[in-house]
Every structure is written in C-alpha cells, then in structure tokens.
C-alpha cells in the first residue's frame, strides 16, 4: 500500500515488530545539505521514496544508504513517515548519475535528483493515484474465514456488511475500485480485515503503455554504404564509445539510429535504448516512425507537453524495464532506464540541450556521461555538430562517422544563393516590405509549378518596436531592457522577456503624436505582406504565436505536409527535423542581426540554424533553392553555407577559438547576480571575486572583470556576470568547488541579492 505524508500515524509499513528501526539517510530538495538521516525500519531500502518530517512540513525524498551511525543527536532523530513500497527502487547507477550531476554542477544531490522525478512522484499525495494506474489490487476472502469476516462486518453498517458479503462471494476477489464503488470507506475497512488475517491482498503490475494499434511495420531501406558503415561501427562497440554522426540533413541519420536501435533491441530481449531530440514538436514525428519500425517494442515518450499522470506513467514504464525504447526532450536524460544499452543524441548541436534554469545541465553533455559509467555506446549526431563535440571527435575522444550525401538517389543538396541587399539598392530596386525583387520572383514561381516555399524569420510578432516619429519615443519594456513587440492581429504590445502585455497607444504617450508607427519586421508582418502580394496564395505562419493552442502546430504541419499551404512563414520551429517533401525553396528573410552579437558562439549558432533551415528546400527530388537577404554577403558563416562547407567553417572557427583561449580549448564558469540595482549585483561579484583572488588556485584560473549583462534589466531586476576561465576542467572544477562555498558570505553582505552559478554557459 501506498502511503502519504498526512496523516503520519498511519505511514510506515505494517510495523512489525522483529523490524529493527535503524538509520536512513536521505535526500531532499533542498540547497541546505546533500542528505539528512531519519529513523526507518529495516523495509525501507536505498532507492526507494520516503516521506519525512522536514521542519514544520512533511516532504519527499529518495533514500542514499542506510549508515550504520549518524552525527546527529539521538534526540534529534526523527521517524520517516511514509514510504512507497510498490515501486522498485532507483538502482545504484541512477543514483551515480544524480551524484555526478549534483557534483559537476556545484548543487546538492537532492536538488538534482528530486526535480528528476516525475511529478506525481514527487508530490506523495499524488502517490495513491498513480498506484491505481500502475497495478492492480486484488483483495481475496483467505481459507475458512469468511465467517470471522461476517463478524467484524456489523449488518447495521450496511455497505460495509455488503462489502464482506461481496468478498465472499467473489472467488477471485475484487479489486479496489469495485471495493469502492460498493462502500466509500473501503480502503480503511480493507486495510483493518487483512491486518486481523480476515482477508488478502495480491498485486500485479498494470502495462502502462497503450499498445500501438497492430499495423504493418515499415521496411528498412537497405542501406547504403556509408550508412552501413556507420551502423556496424556502432553495433560493433563493445563497452562505452561515443560516435559523432555528422550528415547533412537528409543523409540518412535516423535511418542509422534505427537500425543500431535494432540491433542492440535483438541482441537482449531486455535491453532498452533512449533517443533524445531538442524539440517537443519532433517528438510526433519521431514517434510514429519509431511505432512504425517497431511496432511490437514499447514506446515512452517524455517531455513537458505531457499531462503530470501521463508523463509519470511513461516515467515508470522506462523505470520498470516495460519500454525498450525511451524517446525523449532533454529532461529524459536523466530518466531511470535500469537495462539502458544505447544512447542517441540527435541533432546534438541543438542549445535546447541546455537547461536555462534551475539546474544548467547540458543533456548532451550528461548523456556521453551516462553512457561512459554504464560501459554503452553513445551516438551523437548533428549536421552541424557543436564545435566541442567536433573538436573531441578531431582529438580522437569520439569516433567520427560521416554520411556525405543526401540518403535518397534523387535528393541532391539545395544550391544557396545569396542575395546582397547593397547590390539590390545599387539597382534601385527598393525591397518590398522587407522581400527582395529575386525573392519574390522565386516565391512566384513556385506558386506557378505548384510548389512550396518557406520563408524563415526568427523573430516573431508583427515588428519588434513601435515607435514615434516626431520625439523618438520607443515603446520600451518598463521592467526590461528590451523593447515591446507589435503584436497586430492581437493588438498587443508584449515583452517577449517578462511577458509583459499592454494596448496598443492610439498616439504617442510622451508627446501625442498620432503617426506612431512600427520599426522593422516580425513573421506577422511578412505574412500580411505576402498576403498582399500573392492575393490567391494559400499562407500559414508557424510560430509561438500561431500555435498557442495544445496540437495547433501539428495541425499546421500536417496541412502543409498534404499540400494544402503555398507558403510557409515561420520561426525555428519550422527549422528543425521537419521533412517537408514539397518545399523546393528557402527564403532567409533577415540573418544580420545575429552577425552582431558579442557571444562567441554567434556565428556557430547562426551557421547551425540556416544549415537546418536549408535543409527543408528540395528533400524529395525536386530540387532546392536557398535564398539568403543580407548586407552582409561577405560573412564567412554565409560563404561557408554557399559552399555547404561545414568542415571548413568548423575548422576556421576553431582556429579563432584556439588563438582567444575560448572554448573547446578553455572552460568556462558563469556567475550570474541579480539586484534591483545594478550596483549591488555588481558588489556581490566584487566581493566574490575578492575572495577568489585570495584562493591559492588563483593564478591559474582567469578571473574576468565584473561587467553588466548586455541585456541589463530583466523583470524590474538589474543584473550582471563574472566570467571565470581555466584551461583545464579538473582544476577550474576544483576551483569553483572551494570558491562557491564563500558565495554565500558574501551574499549576506549584499543583502537582497540572488546568484547563479553555470557551468559550461553556453551564451555570454
Ligand atoms: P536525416 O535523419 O539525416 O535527416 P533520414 O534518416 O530522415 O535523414 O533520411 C532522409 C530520407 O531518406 C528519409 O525519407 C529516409 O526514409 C530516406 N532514406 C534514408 N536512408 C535511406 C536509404 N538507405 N535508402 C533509401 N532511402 C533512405
Ligand atoms: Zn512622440
Ligand atoms: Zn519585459
């Protein structure tokens, strides 16, 4: 039985009395320690959920060990009080990855692995619920006692005697729901008759995921030979190895995953893979491609999207060993997949692999890990790998396997073009709202051959600033420092940082002027204006926006999947994994704004961003055409991209990386302060600082100067960053260990101030 924090007395486990009480040291989520000791009987094993007193509350933790003594008082010792008993426990590998985490990452290990659980695990109110979903109880009359059941059944209590009555007359027993329906107060009644010896009860495990309907499996490709390669090398692996996948979009990647999936699933009728993808929206498509290769192996998907019942449920099938494979967003890294003997990364490159709050975890980064303790071949693979994971493949730590060509005979590469907007206004030919003349030439000619054109724009809204024109007033976010973004279909103006909303002003606040007019283009402006421009063409937009609603994306998708949208404007939701067969042309609206940005990973990142985009033109024989705007022409992420030359770029990149001291050569530490005003968060690194200085590691870490963030204010808070720098990973490591524990003293001078420490930041 399952039981929950309140009320306590009735908690722990029948307490027999030859249970020896004994210690438990447990983890909660909490900053304040790694683990706290409590009082358990000898049922309560490492692995498994508890209930303890914390406090005034009662809260959940995962148990470590049972120690043999503890430091605290015996006066002070206080009983767990509630334990779930019918879930296996986490097993010893978990915990490891948990601790690994909590280690790398400078937090303590139950704020690492609490917030890994699924939710209706981590709240024990939920506990009893979930038990109901995941098996069954079956309570049964024992040999010869029904009538010492008649017995403690008074007649008067008259669903409570037609519950015993029920009982003996039903040979295979009942189950709990049906117990209810004939008397509310049957887990009580229950729970007394079988602690009397009246009565049974048996468990068994419920399947908890639905089973696809039977369909036809789809036949593997044959692959080709570079493919086959890939897939040899990588069941070939004995132990831990971690492979890089690098291929152009197209090239036959996931047919590679699914076969090394195959394989290692034949092997061992028990043995379970987990596939990580970046994007909730891919996880559809995924999803029924895997269903359809495998349709008789078990399937859990997780990720956000899910429903709390639902997501803990696909939780648990890949905790019990029911799925083979578990596909998920990054939050599946961290999934207890107890048989685990493969791990896929896909589209490795991809920054949503990081967390941005609460624990910065890089998923990519946890997974190799995982898949380096466990002894278990690791694939990651990208088009346009990250520069670590390439640089690590270039030193010999990963072994590179490389798909050249696209996978399909008549899917040749896209050609890119780029179209200089100098040259454009050089030939006074002016833009059409943001639409270069050869780019809407191209647009109109697919709308001639039926075809479909994309046109990519990262920046949603309708522009990203109103403005006036007469006293320069800007419609600036009060509590940010960024702009309020023209949202016209909704009439809004929003911040897209703090969410901030307000009315559109008829006229300009500060001196009235009504001809307050937007600055610069969002994807609904360009929607209104090809609208305009191609009156008879069928337009979708695909944004945070435009799909709001839960499955409106996939809806939208799936019209343009069947042919039913002319042209396609999107964000970069529409630049990932999407296989859109009769998309012939890519217009990249406007990619400057990226060329500007003081973040060394810049240019990576706008590389890895058009190649996906790219990547949607001319999948299916058609042919592709990309089509980049920029002032810019020049930039070498966009000659690169011209020239589809990833390893050129990459090793350009890398030798700027090598000359700076940046990462992959260097590794990087951020602290991060909040105020309400800048100063203080600017002390608080001062200070933090100074006892770093003082540390005998100084001299071989490299302390940056204190400096606010570009983007200052957030949400009414001011904030600022210290960078902190070292060449090697053990020391900066052992560096932060010692330096993060005076945060704190130094937080108490600056009263009022909230600090991060990020491992690994991914943007500065
Ligand atoms: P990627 O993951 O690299 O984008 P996919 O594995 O999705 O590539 O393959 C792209 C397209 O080519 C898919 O439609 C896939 O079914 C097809 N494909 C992949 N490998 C082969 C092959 N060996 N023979 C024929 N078609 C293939
Ligand atoms: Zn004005
Ligand atoms: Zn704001």
């Known amino acids: 039985m399952t039981s929950a924090a309140a009320p306590v007395d009735t908690a722990l486990q029948p307490a027999s009395a030859e249970a020896a009480a004994g210690l438990v040291r447990v983890a909660l989520d909490t900053p304040a320690d790694d683990y706290f000791d409590y009082l358990a009987d000898a049922a309560v094993m490492p692995g498994e959920l508890v209930v303890v007193p914390f406090g005034k ?38 915990i490891g990855l948990a601790r690994f985490a909590a280690r790398y990452y400078h937090r303590c290990l139950g704020e690492v692995m609490l917030p890994a659980l699924p939710p209706s695990l981590r709240d024990p109110q939920t506990w009893e619920r979930l038990e109901q979903r995941a098996r069954t109880t079956q309570y049964r009359v024992r040999p010869a006692q029904s009538e010492a059941l008649l017995a403690a059944a008074p007649s008067r209590a008259r669903t409570v005697r037609a519950l015993a009555e029920a009982l003996i007359a039903a040979p295979d027993g009942l189950r709990l729901a049906e117990a209810r329906e004939l008397c509310t107060a049957a887990p009580a009644r229950l729970a007394e008759w079988e ?4 009565i049974q009860s048996t468990h068994a495990d419920r399947p908890l995921l639905d089973k696809a309907p039977t369909q036809v499996p789809s036949v593997a490709p044959t692959l080709h030979d570079e493919q086959r390669a890939a897939v040899d090398a990588i069941t070939a692996a004995e132990g831990y190895a971690a492979f890089l996948l690098h291929g152009v979009t197209g090239s036959g990647k996931t047919e590679v995953y699914l076969h090394a999936i ?27 491609r895997i269903a359809e290769r495998f349709p008789d192996q078990p399937l859990a998907v997780l990720h956000s999207g899910l429903a709390d019942q639902e997501r803990s449920l696909q939780w648990l099938a890949a905790h019990r060993g029911e799925a083979r494979i578990v596909l998920g967003t990054r939050m599946a890294v961290m999934a207890s997949v107890p048989n685990l003997k493969l791990i896929v990364v896909d589209e490795e490159h991809d920054t949503s692999y990081k967390q941005q709050e609460g624990l910065r975890y890089s998923a990519r980064d946890l997974a190799v890990w995982r898949a380096n303790q466990l002894g278990i071949p690791v694939v990651l693979g990208s088009a346009t790998p990250s520069m670590e994971s390439w640089y690590r493949a270039e030193q010999g730590a990963y072994r590179k396997l490389v798909l050249r060509d696209r996978a399909q005979a008549d899917a040749a590469l896209p050609t890119v073009r780029l179209i200089d907007l100098n040259h454009e206004r050089q030939r006074q030919r002016t833009l059409y709202e943001g639409l270069s003349v050869p780019l ?18 990262n920046r949603r809204g309708y522009a990203p600033v109103l403005a006036c024109d007469s006293c320069g007033w800007l419609s600036g976010c009060p509590r940010c420092s960024a702009y309020l973004v023209l949202h016209r279909p909704e009439r809004r103006l929003r911040c897209h940082h703090c969410g901030l909303e307000a009315p559109v002003p008829h006229h300009c606040p500060d001196c009235g002027n009504v001809d307050i007019a937007p600055l610069g283009r969002g994807t609904q402006r360009i ?38 949208v002319d042209i396609l404007v999107g964000t970069q939701m529409v630049a990932k994994g999407h296989d859109f067969q009769r998309v012939t042309l890519v217009g990249i609206v406007h990619p400057d704004a990226a060329m500007f940005s003081h973040d060394f990973r810049a240019a990576e990142h706008l590389f890895a961003s058009l190649m996906q985009v790219s990547g949607r033109a001319g999948r299916a024989g058609l042919g592709g055409e990309v089509l980049i705007q920029t002032r810019y022409p020049d930039a ?7 020239r589809h030359d990833y390893d050129g770029f990459a090793a350009s990149q890398l030798r700027e990386r090598r000359q700076a001291g940046l990462p992959p050569y260097a590794y990087q530490v951020l602290v991060t302060a909040e105020h309400a005003q800048l100063e203080r968060a600017l002390a608080f690194l001062q200070a933090a600082r100074a006892c770093a200085d003082a540390s005998p590691m100084a001299a071989e870490v490299q302390l940056h100067d204190p400096v606010p963030m570009s983007m200052v204010r957030l949400f009414n808070k001011e904030r600022a960053q210290m960078l902190v720098e070292a060449g090697s990973r053990p020391l900066l490591q052992r560096f932060v260990s010692e330096w993060v524990r005076t945060f704190d003293d130094a937080a108490t001078r600056v009263k009022g101030v909230r600090w991060q420490l990020e491992i690994d930041p991914l943007r500065i």
């Open 262 to 288: 195959a394989a290692r699933l034949d092997e061992d009728p028990a043995a379970q893979v987990l596939m990580l993808v970046p994007e909730i929206n891919l996880t559809p498509q995924l999803q029924a």
């Open 527 to 564: 929607e209104e204006a090809l609208a305009a421009r191609f009156p008879q063409a069928r337009i979708a937009r695909i944004d945070a926006d435009s799909t709001r609603r839960k499955g409106s994306a996939q809806a939208m998708l799936d019209e343009v999947h069947a042919g039913e």
């Open 57 to 94: 509350r009662h809260v959940m933790g995962v148990v470590l060990d049972r120690p043999d003594n503890t430091e605290v008082p015996a006066d002070r010792l206080r009983p767990v009080t509630g334990h779930l008993t019918w879930m296996p426990p986490l097993n010893a590998a978990w």
């Open 636 to 642: 070498p992420a966009l000659q690169a991209l011209v």
């Open 440 to 457: 809407l030439d191209a647009i109109q000619q697919r709308l001639d051959r039926g075809q479909q054109s994309l046109l990519f724009l």
């Open 195 to 198: 602690a009397a010896g009246c």
